[in-house]
């Protein structure tokens, strides 16, 4: 059976500090996969997704990168986090043509 | 402009009861997926629909492409089937990103 693990679960910090967020899916070879975005209450937006390793493409530009270091895992960081950063940030993944899946997201907070 | 519009954006049903979720789209999509976010925040997948119906227990899905529309219909309602369900749907210019609802608020009263 696939799993997809997040972490962390949830991460408080400061304005202008780094971020790495982390996903890693078990169970599928090459997945593509995705890294989305959720304000409170709001609805998502696709920020990167991956179709092979090695290679992003960015959806939208909010001062973050992702980056694919194995088959398995999906990183989305930034060197210096905004106040607009906070929100909700899931990972998922897909075959070609098939369901979308999801980890249980990180919830960050910028203060 | 918004290609998928969402509606209602909110409903409150009482357990036992049921009623119809609907997408419409501005342009034409190839498919049509429906999540469930429940109040961890994690979002289930409920259908994947390229055409046609869909059944799974007390939710059925149904995608007319030609007519630009999705419904999720949830029948018998029960508590555990509040949360914020949105589509997603696939344009046909990209196989990687998904046109997103604004998602429709539902509480299941007892």
């Known amino acids: 059976a696939q799993t997809i693990h997040q972490w962390p679960v949830a991460e408080i910090k400061a304005v202008g500090s780094p971020l790495s967020l982390g996903c890693t899916i078990k169970g599928k070879s090459s997945p593509n996969l995705y890294w989305y975005w959720q304000a409170t209450g709001g609805t998502l937006q696709q920020l990167f997704y991956s179709i092979t390793v090695g290679q992003v493409e960015s959806v939208v530009q909010l001062n973050l990168s992702a980056s694919r270091p194995k088959d398995d895992q999906f990183i989305l960081s930034t060197e210096k986090l905004l106040l607009s950063h906070s929100g909700f940030y899931l990972c998922a993944w897909s075959l070609e043509g098939e369901r979308l899946f999801f980890g249980h997201g990180t919830k960050l907070s910028v203060l | 402009g918004d290609q998928v519009e969402q509606s209602p954006s909110a409903l409150s049903l009482h357990e036992g009861t049921g009623s119809a979720l609907r997408c419409n789209f501005t342009t034409t999509m190839r498919a049509v997926q429906w999540f469930q976010q429940n109040s961890r925040g994690s979002l289930i997948n409920l259908f994947y629909l390229a055409s046609g119906t869909k059944e799974n227990g007390r939710l059925k899905s149904t995608f007319n492409s030609k007519e630009s529309y999705s419904t999720l219909h949830i029948r018998d309602a029960q508590l555990e089937d509040s949360g914020t369900y949105f589509c997603?749907?696939?344009?046909?210019?990209?196989?990687?990103?998904?046109?997103w609802g604004s998602g429709t608020k539902l509480i299941i009263k007892p």
């Open positions: 997603a749907a696939e344009a046909g210019d990209s196989n990687y990103q998904l046109i």
